[in-house]
């Protein structure tokens, strides 16, 4: 008899939603324009606060659109469905996919990852493209540097995921969850730096941020990028991504064991 | 391959039922009787509050998800492909997920494209089907990995006479293969036909588990007749009628059939007096049901 991939489940729900995505073409296209208007209206408005500084607190215009632009489109690459569970709490059919024999959260992770590698292909790569054709990006510190951060940009996804994965657990007791999405939305878009770069918050703000996950999703593998972290800080912050998807993936493994118990004994 | 020991669950009440392999049982009762309740308890999906559930010879609860192609599972209302695919890609997945051998997965697939009739609709969005289509392609889903046990939850709802039929004759055909059937419905007339035994549910309780026939006989309530007259009144004192009322021109008789035919009464009105027509009531499910918890309440 062939032996079993126990992976191919999870290759197939990648793939599948790797071709669903490219069903829906001028969806697609409307995302990557209202990535590069949003990367424009930031770099115009702080064009327009430098006015004819060339740096301030030693950071060029340039590094600030690179920050921008590999955060829109590093966001745009991770985009987690946070949906996922609540959609089958509602419908259902989180009846049938505890019944399959493959794992849930692995198929999570197969579906977001299929979704991730479309947009890292037909988003980041066009953004990238454009963002540097029509307003210039810093070019990586080095090709080290670039290999660190493809490492580093890999685990602010896991972060992201983590975060994603915890918050739409408490589905099983709130059913509705868009509330307390938007509010992890906020956190994120406001605390990674990817709206209001980190570099320009005020010292106690950073200290806040240094105790939350935030800025290990998009800022640590700019930083990376940029070349503004030695060889150790880098080592030291990927590890801190490490610990942060380890932490928050558990705190979401509990509260999915403890929603699976509420299922069985009080019913869905 | 299904055995529940003094189960309790909700409105479920000190359920014992054995189910041995190859057997199909039809699980029947009015809406809120708890079907449903033991179907997800058979399945893991609930945990009882009392009493043992043992599927498959594993407590369900815990190997829920370890079970593999073994279990099959099909509950109407719950989508078992998902919505935004085809029904060929739905079934695909299936395959994967399963791990059926592509030989065996290529064949089934044409067979039950067939019989059940989704060949001509499946390259369609599964959102876009119908809810008989839908339903044809979903039984056809819970049908592929070749389970040894099939759990189905109201599967004749939204099919047509033909897909009722067709679900019959292939549930028979996995029987006599070694498949084990639990199905719940409320349709009896359906049901009865592809089950070798049947449990009835009320309120909670097991009334009945056994052969259909046991059930008639032993459980049999009365047959309704509606006559129109287009003469006189008749004299029925002779006839052994659980009930008779007469509204204008027409005359209402319960009667238990085992006691008197159909025949002897058209007969004996005939002799006095002209009919206009005849209406005969079987018994229906409802009426099994409620004389079965009547049986119940007195012993």
Not at chain 2, 221 to 236: A, K, N, R
Not at chain 2, 256 to 261: A, F
Not at chain 2, 265 to 288: A, G
Request: proline share 4%; net charge neutral; charged share 20%.
């Amino acid at each position: 008899m062939k032996k079993r991939n126990p992976l191919s489940p999870y290759f197939a729900y990648a793939k599948k939603c790797f071709l669903n995505r490219s069903a829906y073409r001028f969806d697609h296209l409307m995302n990557i324009l209202s990535t590069c208007l949003q990367i424009f209206i930031f770099w115009e408005i702080y064009r327009a606060l430098y006015g004819n500084k060339t740096q301030v607190d030693g950071i060029t215009i340039t590094m600030l659109t690179t920050n921008f632009v590999l955060s829109a489109g590093l966001g745009a690459v991770f985009c987690p469905d946070d949906y996922f569970l609540p959609g089958k709490i509602w419908d259902g059919s989180i009846s049938t996919e505890l019944l399959r024999p493959i794992s849930f959260k692995g198929r999570m992770i197969a579906e977001n990852a299929g979704n991730a590698l479309f947009n890292l292909i037909f988003r980041f790569a066009p953004i990238c493209i454009i963002a540097a054709v029509f307003i210039g990006l810093c070019p990586p510190a080095g090709l080290l540097h670039a290999l660190c951060f493809l490492v580093s940009a890999f685990l602010g996804w896991g972060v992201l995921w983590a975060i994603s994965f915890a918050v739409q657990m408490t589905a099983f007791w709130l059913i509705n969850i868009w509330s307390i999405l938007t509010i992890k939305n906020v956190f994120v878009r406001v605390l990674s730096g990817s709206m209001i770069p980190l570099w320009f918050m005020p010292d106690w703000m950073h200290k806040i941020i240094a105790f939350t996950p935030f800025s290990s999703i998009y800022f640590t593998p700019v930083q990376i990028y940029l070349g503004q972290l030695s060889f150790e800080e880098i080592a030291l912050r990927c590890t801190i991504q490490l610990v942060w998807i380890i932490f928050i993936y558990a705190i979401g493994d509990i509260l999915w064991k403890k929603g699976q118990k509420k299922l069985v004994v009080q019913g869905g | 391959m299904i055995c529940f020991e003094k189960v309790s669950k909700y409105v479920l009440s000190d359920v014992s039922l054995y189910i041995p392999k190859g057997v199909c049982v039809g699980l029947i009762g009015p809406s809120g009787a708890g079907k449903t309740t033991l179907i997800r308890l058979a399945c893991g999906l609930l945990e009882a509050d009392n009493g043992n559930v043992i599927t498959l010879g594993k407590n369900p609860v815990k190997h829920r998800g370890h079970f593999g192609s073994r279990l099959s599972v099909f509950m109407s209302g719950v989508p078992l492909l998902c919505l935004d695919e085809t029904v060929k890609q739905g079934f695909e997945l299936i395959k994967e997920v399963y791990h059926i051998p592509e030989k065996n997965f290529s064949k089934d697939y044409s067979r039950l494209a067939d019989r059940l009739g989704f060949n001509g609709f499946d390259s369609l969005i599964v959102k876009n089907l119908s809810l008989g289509q839908r339903m044809r392609a979903e039984l056809g889903a819970s049908l592929i990995c070749r389970p040894e046990l099939l759990l189905l939850d109201e599967p004749n709802i939204g099919l047509d006479e033909i897909g009722k039929a067709v679900l019959c004759e292939l549930i028979k055909e996995c029987c006599e293969r070694g498949m084990t059937v639990l199905l719940t419905s409320h349709d009896m007339t359906e049901i009865s036909k592809a089950c070798d035994r049947l449990a009835v549910l009320n309120g909670g309780r097991l009334l009945f588990y056994g052969s259909e026939e046991i059930l008639k006989s032993r459980y049999v309530p009365t047959d309704v007749m509606t006559v129109t007259l287009c003469g006189s009144l008749p004299d029925l004192d002779d006839l052994p009628l659980n009930r008779y009322s007469v509204e204008g021109n027409t005359l209402t008789l319960s009667y238990n059939s085992n006691y008197v035919t159909a025949a002897e009464i058209i007969k004996l009105i005939l002799e006095q007096t002209e009919i206009s027509s005849v209406d005969i009531k079987k018994p229906d499910l409802e009426s099994v049901c409620s004389s079965l918890s009547e049986h119940a309440i007195i012993s």
